[in-house]
C-alpha cells in the first residue's frame, strides 16, 4: 500500500506544487498493533473519513525533514467502506505532514483536491475489507500465492514432434488440406496426448495429486475472484482506464487458462493415479500435465471445428514435428467472443462493488424460489431427489467444512451418509452422494454401458461424468474429499442447467426432463421477445394495437394469405408513428457457448443457408422473412396501422454477446444486429416521439 502511494504523492506533488530548496525528506509510519480486520465478521460501526483522520495523527521535524505518521485502528476498520475513506485520510495526515517542512508550498485549501488526484477518486485504492463471499475467501491468506499456471516452455516442449508421434517424420513437411485427413490427425493426437496424460499420472500418488490439484483449482479462482471484485480500484489509479481494463481481463484470462485444466486434470487422476506408492507431484510436474491437458482440448476443439466448417480444413506439419492450423476463427471470432463475455464480468463487479464491502447493508436472505409443479417432477424422475435435497447437500458440506476448518476434507463414504442423514432418511443421503460423486474408474476410459465416450472428451462442457457436475470426488474406495466451495457451485450449476435446459436432450434420462427441457427452452425465447417489447414500448416506440401486442406476429396475420404460413411469425414488431419506421425483429435468447465445438456448431445455425437436410437455418429463415416483408411493406403499413409510407428495418437481437456478433463483421450491416443491451443506445426515440402521430388507435 505504502508503495503505491507514496510514488502517486510524490508525482502529484511535482505536478501540481511548487517547490524552493526542498531537501530529501522521510516519512515514517507506524501502525497500531491489531490483528487483522475479520474479513467476514464486519465490524458494527464504520468510522467516517474524519473520524479515521483524527485517529491519524503526525509529527514534522524541520531541521531533520523527518515526517512521523501515527496510524490507529480506527484505519483497519475503515477499510470496509465501500469508498476509499482509509486511505483518503491517511493521505491527507501525510501530506498535512510533508507541508509543515521548508521548501513544500502545499496550500491548505488544495490538499483535498490533490488527495483526489493521487487517488483517482472515491474508487482508488489498495486496501479492502471485503465481506466473505464465498467459502474459499476463508482460506485466502493461505492460497492466494499458490497458483501454478501453465509454463510457456513447457508447451514448446510439448509441441516440439508432436505430429511425428502419430504421423510419419519420412514424408518431411506436410500440407493436409482434406476435412477427413485433418480430422484424422488430430484426433489422433488427441488420444496420443491423453496416453501420455493417463502414463504420467500413473506415476505419482492420487491422494497428492488430487488434493494438490483442487487447491490449484481453488487458488485460481480465488484470484481470479479478487482481480474482478477489486476491477474498479485498478482502474480508478490509471488514466487510461480502456488500458488498465484491458489489463484485467488479460489476467483474468489467464487464471481461466488454470481454472479448467485443473478441473479437468483431477477426472483423469482419480481414474489413473495409484492409491498408494506413487510420488508426490511438483509445481513442475503440475504445469506440464496441465499443459497436456490444455493441448487436449485445444487440438480436440480444433477437429470439431474443422468438423462443423468454422475452421478451413488446412493444417501443416513443420519440420519440427509442430502442427499449425488455420487460426482465423480463433482469432477474429473465439478470442474476441471470449473477452468480452469477460469484460462483462468484470463490468458487473464494477457495477456492484458496494455489496462486497462490510460497510455494505446486510440483506435479509431471499425465500427459496418457488419451482414449477413440472420441474419438481423432471428433477425427482430425473435424480429421484427433491430440490430441497440438493440445496441441503450444499449446506450439509459447508457445515462439515467449518468444523474441519479446511478448504477441502476427507470423510469416509459412510460418514458422510450418516451426516446427511441428520436431517433426511438414510435413503435420501445415501442418493445425494449417489448424485454427486465423481467415481473411482479403473481407468479413465473404461465407462460402464450406461455412458457416452463424449463424456470424457475434455474439450466439451456440459458433460454429465466431470467435477464440476460431480464435486464430490471419491480419492479411494469408499473414501470422499469435499470441497464445500465445488459442492455449493455444483448444486446450483445442475439446478440451473435442468431448470434452463442447457444440458443436451441426448443426455437426460426421463421422459419428464425431456418434456421440461422442450416446455423452458421455448418460454425461454417467449420470454425474452417480451423483454425486448417492453424495452422497446421504454423508449418510445408502439408495439401493440388496441391491447394486443405485436408479439410472436405469424406472417399469415401480416400478409393476409395462407402464403405466409412456411415463414413462421416476426418475434416483435416496433413501429416509430413520427418518422414510420418499422422494427422486424426476431429474437435469440441462446445459451452460453465457450468451446471451439460449441461455438462452431452455433455458427452452424447461422450461415445464412440450407442446412445438411435441405431446410433453411436459422439466419436464412430470418432473412427470408424480411425479404417477403419488403415485397409486401403495404400490408405491414396496413398492419400497424399507418396512415403513410413506412419504412422497413430488420433487426436481430441476441440477449447475450454470442460468436455471431464477431462472425458477421463484414456479412451483415451493424444496424440490423444488436444485443439487448444496445437497444437503449440505438433505439431510443422516447424524446422525439411523444405524440403518436399518423397512427391510428394503439391503445
Not at 476 to 504: C, H, I, K, Q
Not at 659 to 683: C, H
Request: with cysteine; proline share 4%; charged share 30%.
Amino acid at each position: 500500500m505504502l508503495r503505491t502511494w507514496i510514488g502517486r504523492i510524490v508525482e502529484s506533488i511535482g505536478d501540481r506544487c511548487s517547490f524552493k530548496d526542498a531537501g530529501a525528506t522521510e516519512v515514517n509510519f507506524r501502525f497500531s498493533d491489531q490483528s487483522r480486520l475479520d474479513g467476514f465478521r464486519p465490524p458494527k460501526t464504520i468510522p467516517t473519513v474524519d473520524e479515521i483522520q483524527r485517529d491519524i495523527s503526525f509529527s514534522a521535524d524541520p531541521a531533520t525533514r523527518v515526517v512521523v505518521i501515527e496510524i490507529g485502528p480506527k484505519f483497519e476498520i475503515g477499510t470496509a467502506s465501500s469508498t476509499n475513506d482509509s486511505e483518503v485520510a491517511l493521505l491527507r495526515q501525510v501530506l498535512h505532514g510533508i507541508r509543515e517542512l521548508p521548501g513544500i508550498d502545499i496550500p491548505e485549501d488544495g490538499i483535498n483536491d490533490l488527495v483526489d488526484t493521487i487517488t483517482g477518486g472515491p474508487d482508488g485504492r489498495h486496501l479492502h475489507g471485503i465481506v466473505e463471499q464465498s467459502y474459499r475467501d476463508r482460506f485466502g491468506t493461505s492460497i492466494r500465492g499458490k497458483v501454478v499456471k501453465p509454463n510457456p516452455i513447457d508447451n514448446c516442449n510439448l509441441r516440439l514432434g508432436l505430429a511425428f508421434k502419430v504421423e510419419s517424420k519420412s514424408e518431411g513437411r506436410k500440407k493436409l488440406r482434406a476435412k477427413r485427413t485433418c480430422t484424422q490427425l488430430l484426433n489422433r493426437t488427441v488420444v496420443y496426448l491423453e496416453d501420455e496424460l493417463c502414463r504420467q499420472l500413473r506415476q505419482f500418488d492420487r491422494q497428492n495429486v488430487v488434493r494438490t490439484t483442487l487447491t490449484n483449482y481453488e487458488a485460481a479462482l480465488f484470484q481470479r475472484e479478487r482481480w474482478e471484485r477489486t476491477a474498479h480500484a485498478n482502474i480508478a489509479l490509471h488514466r487510461d482506464k480502456d488500458a488498465a481494463m484491458s489489463t484485467i481481463i488479460e489476467h483474468v484470462g489467464l487464471l481461466d487458462g488454470v481454472i479448467q485444466p485443473s478441473r479437468l486434470l483431477v477426472e483423469v487422476a482419480v481414474c489413473e493415479c495409484p492409491d498408494a506408492g506413487g510420488m508426490k507431484i511438483g509445481r513442475g510436474d503440475l504445469s506440464r500435465l496441465l499443459t497436456i491437458v490444455n493441448a487436449i482440448c485445444i487440438l480436440g476443439g480444433w477437429s470439431d471445428a474443422i468438423h462443423m466448417n468454422a475452421m478451413p480444413p488446412e493444417l501443416e506439419i513443420t519440420p519440427l514435428g509442430d502442427i499449425l492450423a488455420d487460426t482465423k476463427f480463433e482469432r477474429d471470432i473465439l478470442s474476441p467472443f471470449h473477452g468480452r463475455a469477460t469484460g462483462d464480468r468484470v463490468d458487473h463487479s464494477v457495477k456492484n462493488r458496494e455489496k462486497i464491502y462490510a460497510s455494505a447493508p446486510t440483506e435479509e436472505r431471499p425465500d427459496a424460489p418457488e419451482f414449477e409443479p413440472d420441474f419438481r417432477k423432471a428433477i425427482r424422475s430425473e435424480l429421484g431427489l427433491e430440490i430441497e435435497d440438493i440445496a441441503y447437500l450444499a449446506d450439509k458440506a459447508y457445515e462439515l467444512g467449518l468444523q474441519c476448518n479446511e478448504l477441502m476434507f476427507e470423510i469416509s463414504r459412510p460418514d458422510f451418509e450418516k451426516a446427511l442423514a441428520a436431517e433426511r432418511s438414510p435413503e435420501i443421503a445415501k442418493m445425494l452422494v449417489e448424485a454427486f460423486a465423481f467415481p473411482l474408474r479403473d481407468g479413465w476410459r473404461n465407462l460402464t454401458e450406461d455412458q457416452d465416450e463424449r463424456n470424457i472428451q475434455l474439450w466439451r462442457i456440459r458433460r454429465t461424468l466431470s467435477v464440476l457436475r460431480r464435486p464430490i470426488i471419491e480419492v479411494t474406495t469408499g473414501n470422499l474429499l469435499v470441497s464445500p466451495d465445488m459442492v455449493n457451485s455444483a448444486v446450483f450449476y445442475v439446478l440451473r442447467a435442468y431448470y434452463e435446459g442447457t444440458y443436451r436432450q441426448r443426455d437426460l434420462l426421463s421422459k419428464p426432463m425431456c418434456d421440461w427441457w422442450s416446455t423452458t427452452n421455448n418460454r425461454r425465447g417467449k420470454q425474452f421477445a417480451e423483454r425486448v417489447a417492453e424495452k422497446l414500448t421504454e423508449l418510445g416506440w408502439v408495439t401493440s394495437c388496441r391491447k394486443k401486442r405485436w408479439i410472436e406476429v405469424q406472417m399469415t396475420e401480416i400478409l393476409i394469405e395462407k402464403a405466409g404460413k412456411k415463414f413462421g411469425d416476426v418475434d416483435v414488431i416496433a413501429f416509430d408513428p413520427s418518422s414510420g419506421r418499422v422494427l422486424c425483429i426476431e429474437c435469440k435468447a441462446l445459451h452460453f457457448h465457450k468451446t471451439h465445438g460449441e461455438v462452431a456448431e452455433q455458427l452452424s445455425d447461422y450461415r445464412g443457408e440450407l442446412n445438411s437436410k435441405g431446410k433453411p437455418d436459422d439466419l436464412l429463415k430470418h432473412l427470408n422473412r424480411i425479404e417477403l416483408l419488403r415485397e409486401n411493406t403495404e400490408k405491414l403499413a396496413k398492419f400497424v396501422r399507418s396512415k403513410s409510407d413506412i419504412v422497413m428495418e430488420p433487426l436481430l437481437v441476441f440477449e447475450n454477446p454470442v460468436p455471431m456478433l464477431f462472425a458477421w463483421k463484414d456479412q451483415m450491416k451493424q444496424n440490423e444486429i444488436a444485443t439487448f443491451s444496445l437497444l437503449a443506445d440505438r433505439y431510443d426515440i422516447s424524446e422525439e416521439n411523444t405524440k403518436l402521430n399518423g397512427c391510428q388507435d394503439h391503445n
